[in-house]
């Protein structure tokens, strides 16, 4: 019937040709791909190969984890010229990176077909010390970190002068217990062997080997204080186990 050879009709027809062109992409996309995995699993030589292909040449480099420093300054020390392939072996650029003086780890991963992806650790800032001109940063080793505190906003505690335990002490109170870290506005040394931290509305004594859980044990002493509305000038940890809350 008419009816019969319509339908024949609309099973038999051809695509549309835009559905064709998508069809041709999908496949050829899926050809490319099986393509590069087959050459990317020769053993040494199939990232040469295609490190020779202008597809994958470095077209846009990404910065992730840096804090303190600017990624146009991690872009620069890469050195990429407009030869540059996503597959080029990664060792010589992240030797390049972590040879900054504030950046502790790196590691460089590619995003197909023309993106380099950087991930950076930085050593981070844990203090402000006096120097020629101004404050200079210091890390937790008390190495100075190239960073501007003029130009950077920072907020750390001020030391008088590069002290390595202290430096460590801070670390630990940054990656522990930042809400303390944060309150602290200097630590200095008192006599032999004890230590002056000041926070915004208390001193804490303790001793010069302090740690920071040991340090973090004045948190519910505060909170205590606090709910029976007891204002505390000083704080002390120098007893073993005891923490010792001088009231104002």
């Known amino acids: 019937s008419g009816a019969d050879r319509a339908a024949a009709v609309r099973v038999t027809a051809p695509a549309a040709p835009r559905e064709r062109s998508r069809s041709a992409r999908i496949a050829r996309a899926v050809v490319a791909a099986l393509l590069v995995a087959a050459i990317v699993s020769l053993p040494w030589t199939g990232p040469r190969l295609l490190a020779h292909l202008a597809f994958f040449r470095v077209r846009k480099v990404e910065i992730r984890g840096a804090v303190y420093l600017p990624p146009a300054e991690l872009i620069a020390r890469l050195r990429l010229d407009s030869t540059a392939s996503v597959w080029d072996d990664p060792e010589p650029l992240v030797q390049r990176i972590e040879r900054h003086p504030q950046i502790r780890e790196a590691r460089i991963d590619r995003k197909l077909p023309g993106t380099l992806v950087v991930n950076v650790r930085e050593n981070l800032p844990v203090a402000l010390v006096p120097a020629a001109k101004g404050f200079s940063v210091i890390d937790e080793h008390g190495q100075p970190l190239p960073i501007d505190p003029a130009s950077t906003k920072l907020d750390l505690p001020i030391l008088a002068a590069r002290d390595t335990a202290i430096a460590r002490l801070l670390a630990a109170l940054r990656t522990g217990y930042p809400a303390l870290f944060a309150r602290v506005s200097e630590i200095r040394r008192e006599g032999r062997n004890e230590l002056l931290v ?30 029976r509305h007891l204002a505390v000038a000083e704080l002390d940890l120098r007893y073993r186990d005891q923490v010792i809350a001088r009231l104002q």
């Open 198 to 227: 000041r926070l915004p509305d208390v001193r804490v004594r303790a001793l010069a080997d302090v740690t920071a859980d040991r340090l973090a044990e004045i948190l519910p002493v505060e909170d205590d204080l606090a709910r």
